[in-house]
C-alpha cells in the first residue's frame, strides 16, 4: 500500500510541473504582441494607401462625367450655335469653375476649345482640380499633364 500511495505522490507532482511549464513566458507574450503591431501596421498603412486610390479614382471618374456632359451638351448645338460658341446669352462660358456638390466648394474646373474647319467642329474638354482654378487657361492648354489634369476629352462634331 505505501508504495502504491508513493507512485501516485510522484505522478501527482509530475503533473504539477507540466503545468508549470505548459502556457507562455511573459517574454514570448510581448514577442508575439508585437509581430502582431508590426502586421496590424502594414495592414494599416495599405488600408490607408487604398482610400486614397479610391478618392482618386473617383475625382477621374467624376472629371470624365463632367467633360462628357459637356460634350453632349455640344453635340445638341445647331451649326449656329456650334459657330457663336460660347454665348452669353445661352449662359455658355468655355472657361467655368464648377462646384459639383452645390455646397459652395469648387471642386473643378473645365476648359472646353471648339474649333471649326468647314461643317467639322473640333472639341477639347479639359477639367482640372480645384487647385488650379487660378492658372492661365493658355498654360492648362499648353501643358494639361504638367497640371494634373484629371480628363481629357477630344472629340469631333459634324453638322
Not at 16 to 28: K, L, V, W
Not at 65 to 82: G, K, S
Request: charged share 20%.
Amino acid at each position: 500500500m505505501r508504495i502504491r500511495f508513493q507512485v501516485h505522490k510522484a505522478r501527482a507532482l509530475r503533473g504539477r510541473r507540466r503545468d508549470r511549464r505548459a502556457g507562455f513566458t511573459f517574454i514570448e507574450a510581448l514577442l508575439s504582441i508585437a509581430l502582431l503591431g508590426v502586421a496590424m501596421l502594414g495592414l494599416a498603412q495599405m488600408f490607408i494607401l487604398s482610400v486614397r486610390n479610391n478618392q482618386h479614382g473617383g475625382e477621374i471618374s467624376q472629371a470624365m462625367f463632367i467633360a462628357q456632359q459637356q460634350v453632349d451638351y455640344l453635340r445638341t448645338l445647331t451649326t449656329a450655335e456650334l459657330n457663336t460658341f460660347p454665348s452669353t446669352a445661352r449662359g455658355e462660358a468655355n472657361d467655368e469653375v464648377l462646384d459639383v456638390n452645390h455646397d459652395g466648394i469648387t471642386e473643378y474646373r473645365r476648359l472646353t476649345q471648339v474649333t471649326t474647319s468647314g461643317s467639322l467642329y473640333s472639341v477639347k474638354v479639359l477639367v482640372f482640380p480645384t487647385r488650379e482654378v487660378a492658372t492661365a487657361a493658355a498654360d492648362l492648354y499648353s501643358d494639361p499633364a504638367g497640371h494634373t489634369v484629371r480628363a481629357s476629352m477630344n472629340t469631333v462634331i459634324s453638322r
